[in-house]
């Protein structure tokens, strides 16, 4: 099974598990990430111990490798000392020895190969890592732009609201009642202060009007000194 088909099972199992219980979008959003982040540690653990493990096999295939040369050199040896059943054992060592270094070398291949498809299989799980982190990062903006929308709308329709609307009409309908009142006051007296004022303003500038006429006329009606003494 590859590494995004046993994430995607994990993430589906609780995302269904959470969609049952019927969670918010954020904290599914935050549940992949974290599943995404866990396996990216996984593999890369996983990758870890391969390497170890190919370079413990080189070891492996470099100490076999100088065992069959030992052997080989045995087998000369022995040869040279007539000694053929001897240079034979050590041919059979020797080829042991061999067989072991093709086998460590086939598992150093599969390592590899494992080795190269983690690689891979990080690469893309990083770039998918980062664009889920980045839609949670706007999932989080628009969620936190939708609850203060909600939060003012429900403010808006809170009865507080209208509440503190009808205190103030009932404060305005008070100031009409004032205002009536100082209105009540020029009620039955004809006439308003303020026209009062203005009647007698008018009335005095009508009598210094008249007195200013009588002057002038008593001046032209009075005799001169020298026609009473004609």
Do not use: C
Not at 90 to 95: P, R
Not at 186 to 202: C, N
């Amino acid at each position: 099974m590859g590494i995004f088909s046993r994430m995607g099972d994990i993430i589906n199992s609780n995302l269904n598990a959470m969609i049952d219980k019927a969670e918010n979008p954020e904290k599914i959003a935050r549940l992949i990430i974290q599943e995404m982040e866990d396996t990216l540690v996984e593999v890369r653990t996983d990758a870890a111990r391969n390497i170890a493990e190919r370079k413990e096999l080189s070891r492996k295939v470099e100490a076999y490798t100088e065992k069959a040369a030992e052997w080989g050199n045995k087998a000369e040896l022995a040869l040279n000392k007539d000694r053929e059943d001897l240079a034979r054992g050590a041919l059979q060592a020797k080829q042991q020895a061999e067989n072991m270094v093709s086998v460590v070398e086939q598992e150093i291949e599969i390592l590899d190969e494992a080795v190269a498809k983690a690689d891979g299989d990080l690469s893309k799980l990083q770039t998918k890592l980062d664009e889920a982190r980045a839609k949670h990062k706007a999932l989080i903006m628009r969620g936190s732009v939708a609850k203060n929308q909600i939060k003012m709308r429900s403010k808006m329709a809170d009865y507080r609201v209208e509440d503190a609307l009808s205190r103030y009409e009932r404060m305005e309908r008070k100031v009409d009642e004032l205002e009536a009142q100082v209105e009540a006051f020029d009620l039955g007296s004809g006439e308003s202060l303020e026209s009062q004022f203005a009647q007698m303003e008018a009335d005095e500038a009508i009598e210094n009007e008249l007195a200013a006429l009588k002057a002038s006329l008593g001046k032209a009606k009075k005799p001169s000194k020298k026609a009473a003494n004609g």
